[in-house]
């Protein structure tokens, strides 16, 4: 009996951890569609928006940066993360100072 016991604790804890595994790739596959929203907000926004202002500010960048987030987000999800990578930085210039 002492053979099991370690293998029905290990049972016992793992599910759980299974459990929050596939609630944090729901949560993560709601935030990538959020994100996708905000990219076609993005498009729309950058249509209204007037060409005259002194600072304009850098739509696609935003895009850019959303989707560098949008694409780490789904390497997480379906774990295809590989050690070694390269991540790219996030921009975060979106507008220009006269």
Known sequence: MKIFAP???FT???????????????????LVQEIDFLLTRV????QD????????????TLKVDLSKI?????????QSLKAGRIIKPLTGQYHDHP
């Open 7 to 9: 293998a029905i604790l």
């Open 12 to 30: 016992f804890f793992l599910n759980p951890v299974l459990a929050d595994a596939d609630l944090e790739r729901s949560n993560l596959a709601k």
């Open 43 to 46: 498009d729309e926004i950058k």
């Open 49 to 60: 928006a007037a060409s005259s202002q002194r600072i304009a500010f850098h739509y696609d």
């Open 70 to 78: 949008r694409s780490g987000i789904n390497d997480h999800i379906s």
